[in-house]
């Protein structure tokens, strides 16, 4: 009777962490706004991709703030991945979504090792740091590799990493972690 209970238990647990996962992922866009909030604007629903230099599209960006962060570039498509003493250990392109973060800086506010992302693509390694009017926005990567260009028709916040960059990612932005976020 005793391990028949057990078994009961740990199922429900399971079914209850599980549940607690989905839910924790939509709520993630309605943290609020004062925790740890240090936008310098309001996120608006898309920031326009103006071009950006080429000739070192790689290097870091001179205002993108000091100390350890991550550093997330709306026009370049690109992220810096920035250790304390201001040298960049990874850089990477990554495909976003179709609803862009206002330029500020952001604290990481939650991750999920695996969900389902908003267009049906299992992801792994998410890491959340804002929301855009109710959408949340956070980097992670899909299992199978892909990463689609976004339908504008669908307002998604993912942006999409390669998995190896997704791992770094996951390792580097724990909690409270800073995102900078540049035009």
Do not use: C
């Not at 090792?113 to 267009?119: E, K, L, Y």
């Amino acid at each position: 009777m005793a391990s028949s209970s057990a078994g009961f238990v740990t199922g429900l647990t399971v079914a209850a962490v599980a549940a607690v996962g989905v839910l924790a992922y939509q709520a993630s866009a309605s943290v609020p706004a004062g925790l740890g909030d240090t936008r310098a604007s309001t996120p608006s629903t898309a920031a326009s991709k103006a071009p950006r230099d080429q000739r070192n599209a790689t290097a870091l960006p001179a205002a993108s703030g000091a100390g350890r962060r991550v550093v997330y570039s709306v026009a370049a498509d690109r992220v810096w991945l920035v250790g304390a003493d201001g040298k960049v250990t990874r850089t990477f392109a990554v495909t976003p979504g179709s609803v862009d973060p206002a330029p500020g800086t952001y604290p990481v506010t939650s991750r999920s090792n695996s969900v389902t992302g908003t267009d049906g693509t299992p992801i792994e390694h998410v890491v959340r740091f804002t929301s855009v009017d109710g959408v949340a926005i956070g980097f992670s990567a899909a299992l199978d590799g892909s990463a689609p260009a976004a339908d504008p028709a669908v307002r998604t916040g993912g942006i999409r990493e390669s998995r190896p960059d997704g791992d770094a990612m996951w390792r580097f932005a724990t909690i409270g972690e800073k995102v900078v976020v540049i035009r």
